[in-house]
C-alpha cells in the first residue's frame, strides 16, 4: 500500500469522506478554540451538560421534519441548548444551588426527555444515529451549516477576545471598570451552543464535547500563551478529525468514536510527552543556573 | 474639608443578616483612609457597596462619580492566576478607560504600561506569564494596572495580605505618593499597626460604626475591645430591624 493509498486515496474517491474532511476540520477549527475557552473557565462539564441539553430540541425537530434533517435538528437543538444554558444560569443566581448542581438537573432531565421523544417515533437505529452522530451521511446543506457556525465562532472570538479574556480572567476588574462581562458570557455560551449543534450530526449528542475538550487538553498541557493553546487545540482537533477518518476508512471502524479515540490519543501522548507532562516529572532536566 | 463620598445610614444584607448596618459618615476628597475592623466586620462589603456593586438594604451611598473614575484593587484571592495572560497584558487592562471592548490600543499607552512596570519595580517582567509570579511580585503588577488607571479615588481590599516587608514598603511608598498628588484613598486593612502608621484617617467597622476619624482618636483600646466584641455578636433569630430604630447618625 503506498502512501497515497493511505492518506488521500480515500478522499479522492468518495465524495462522502470528502464531506466527512471538510466537516472535520471546520469542526476542529471551531470547536478547539472554544474548548479552551470553556476549559479555562473551569466550565469543561458544563460543555458536556450542555451537549446532552442540545438533545430534546434536536429531537422534536426530527419529530417535526420527519427525518435525520440538520436543519431542523440544529434549530431545534439550539433554541433547547441555549435555554438550559441560560435557565441552569438563572437557577444557580437567585437559589442555594451551585450552577453544576443546577446544570445536572437540567441536562438529565433534557437527556431522558430527548431520548424518550426519538423514541416515540424513530427505530432504534435513528436514537443510535442521534446519541452517536453520522458523519458519513452528511450532506452538502449540512456541510455549509456547519461552515458557517465555525466562520461564525473565528469571528466572534476575534471581535470578543480582549472583554472575553478580562471576564475569564478578572471578572471583578470588568465589573469595576463598567464592562458588561455578563454580556460576553452569554455570547460565548452561544459560540459553545452552536458548536454543539454542529458537531451534533457528525459525533453525536454524547460525543459532540470530544472534538472540544480533548484537544483543549492537548493545548493546556503544551503551552502557557492562549493564542498558542488555541491554535494547538484547532490543529490537534482538526489533526484528530483527518487521522480518525483515515483509520476509520482502512480498518472499517465506526467513523465519530475512532475520531474521538483519535484525540483521546493525542492527549495521551500529550500526557506523556508535553513540557508539563509525566516523563518531565520523573525524568527531569538539570535546572538552569538563572 | 469637601466631602466626595457620603454613607447615609447605610446598610447592606446577606439573606436578610446586615453585614454592615446603618452607617453613616463622609470620605474628604484627598484623604487616605483605612477601613478597619475584625474579620467578618464588613469591610470587603462596605467597599463594594461604595462602588455600587452591592445594592444597600436601607440607606444609600451619596457621590456624583462616574465608574471610570474608580480605580480597584480587588482582593488577590478572586483572581484567577492560573490564566494564560502575560504579565504586560493585566497591566495593560488599565487602559480600558480609553481602549474599551474593542478600541486601539495606542503606542502611548504601550509605553505608559512598561513605565508603569518599572514604578513598581518590575521592569523587564512584560512577556512573564502572570502564574510564574510570587504573591508579591503579582500584587505590584496589581498595584501597576491602578498607575495607569490613572484614577480618582483608588480603592483596595487588602492589597498588603500574603505579601512581604519589602513589597508591602514599595506599595506602601506607592500609596502615600498617590496621596500626595490629591487622589481619594480608601483602603481595607486588618493589619492594625499599618493603620497606625500609615493612614490618617480610620473607619473603624464591626457591622457597625465604632469610629470614623483621625486615626489617633478611632484606634483606641476602647474602641478596639467594643469592635471585637460587636463582630462576634450573631443572632440566627434577629428580629426584623425597623427603620425607627436605626440611630441617630
Redesign the interface.
Same mark, same amino acid.
Request: proline fraction near 4%; hydrophobic fraction near 50%.
Given at each position: 500500500m503506498t502512501a497515497y493509498d493511505l492518506f488521500l486515496a480515500p478522499f479522492a474517491d468518495f465524495g462522502f469522506m470528502r464531506r466527512a474532511l471538510v466537516a472535520c476540520l471546520c469542526l476542529g477549527l471551531g470547536s478547539g478554540p472554544i474548548g479552551v475557552f470553556l476549559m479555562?473557565r473551569r466550565m469543561s462539564l458544563m460543555g458536556d451538560a450542555m451537549s446532552h441539553a442540545v438533545l430534546p430540541g434536536a429531537a422534536i425537530g426530527y419529530l417535526v421534519a420527519g427525518s435525520l434533517s440538520l436543519t431542523a435538528m440544529g434549530l431545534g437543538g439550539l433554541v433547547a441548548g441555549l435555554s438550559v444554558a441560560l435557565l441552569s444560569g438563572a437557577v444557580s443566581r437567585m437559589t442555594e444551588l451551585q450552577e453544576d448542581a443546577s446544570f445536572a438537573s437540567f441536562y438529565l432531565a433534557s437527556l431522558a426527555l430527548g431520548v424518550l421523544i426519538v423514541s416515540l417515533r424513530g427505530s432504534n437505529i435513528d436514537l443510535l444515529h442521534v446519541l452517536f452522530g453520522t458523519i458519513l451521511a452528511i450532506d452538502a446543506s449540512a456541510l455549509y451549516l456547519i461552515g458557517a457556525i465555525a466562520s461564525l465562532t473565528l469571528i466572534v472570538l476575534a #471581535?470578543?477576545y480582549?472583554?472575553l #479574556? +478580562?471576564e475569564?480572567?478578572?471578572p471583578?476588574?470588568?465589573? +469595576?471598570?463598567?464592562?458588561r462581562g455578563p454580556v460576553?458570557h452569554v455570547l460565548f455560551l452561544l459560540l459553545v451552543v452552536l458548536n454543539l449543534v454542529a458537531s451534533f450530526q457528525a459525533l453525536g449528542t454524547l460525543m459532540a464535547v470530544g472534538l472540544m475538550m480533548l484537544p483543549a487538553a492537548v493545548a493546556q498541557l503544551w !503551552?502557557? !500563551?492562549?493564542p498558542a493553546?488555541m491554535a494547538i487545540a484547532a490543529v490537534s482537533a482538526a489533526a484528530s478529525g483527518y487521522l480518525g477518518l483515515i483509520a476509520s476508512y482502512h480498518l472499517e471502524l465506526a467513523s465519530g468514536p475512532t475520531i474521538i479515540m483519535t484525540a483521546a490519543i493525542f492527549y495521551a501522548f500529550s500526557i506523556l510527552f508535553a513540557p508539563s507532562g509525566l516523563l518531565r516529572r520523573f525524568f527531569p532536566r538539570p535546572h538552569l543556573k538563572g | 474639608m469637601t466631602p466626595l463620598i457620603r454613607l447615609d445610614n447605610l446598610t447592606v444584607a446577606y439573606h436578610r443578616h446586615p453585614a454592615i448596618h446603618h452607617v453613616s459618615g463622609a470620605f474628604a476628597k484627598g484623604s487616605l483612609t483605612a477601613i478597619a475592623g475584625p474579620n467578618g466586620a464588613g469591610k470587603s462589603t462596605l467597599l463594594k457597596a461604595i462602588m455600587g456593586e452591592l445594592r444597600p438594604a436601607e440607606g444609600r451611598v451619596e457621590h456624583r462619580l462616574g465608574r471610570a473614575e474608580f480605580g480597584y484593587l480587588p482582593q488577590a484571592a478572586e483572581i484567577d492566576r492560573r490564566f494564560p495572560i502575560s504579565v504586560i497584558d493585566t497591566v495593560m487592562l488599565g487602559a480600558w478607560k480609553k481602549t474599551g471592548a474593542f478600541g486601539r490600543i495606542a503606542a502611548a499607552e504601550v509605553k505608559r504600561a512598561g513605565e508603569a512596570l518599572s514604578a513598581v519595580g518590575l521592569e523587564g517582567f512584560g512577556k512573564r506569564h502572570v502564574g510564574s509570579l510570587s504573591s508579591g511580585q503579582f500584587q505590584r503588577v496589581l498595584f501597576a494596572r491602578l498607575l495607569l488607571q490613572d484614577a480618582g479615588i483608588i480603592l483596595l481590599d487588602e492589597p498588603f495580605t500574603a505579601i512581604d516587608a519589602r513589597t508591602t514598603r514599595d506599595l506602601l511608598d506607592i500609596v502615600s505618593r498617590w496621596h500626595g498628588e490629591g487622589r481619594t484613598i480608601i483602603a481595607v486593612l486588618h493589619d492594625f499597626e499599618l493603620v497606625r502608621a500609615h493612614f490618617p484617617d480610620t473607619l473603624l467597622l464591626a457591622r457597625e460604626l465604632v469610629g470614623w476619624g483621625p486615626t489617633a482618636d478611632v484606634m483606641s483600646s476602647a474602641n478596639l475591645m467594643k469592635a471585637r466584641a460587636m463582630a462576634e455578636r450573631w443572632d440566627e433569630d434577629a428580629e426584623a430591624c425597623e427603620p425607627q430604630q436605626a440611630p441617630a447618625p
Open positions: 479555562l #471581535v470578543i480582549r472583554p #479574556v +478580562a475569564c480572567f478578572d471583578g476588574f470588568l465589573r +469595576a471598570v463598567g464592562g460576553y !503551552s502557557r !500563551s492562549l493553546m | -
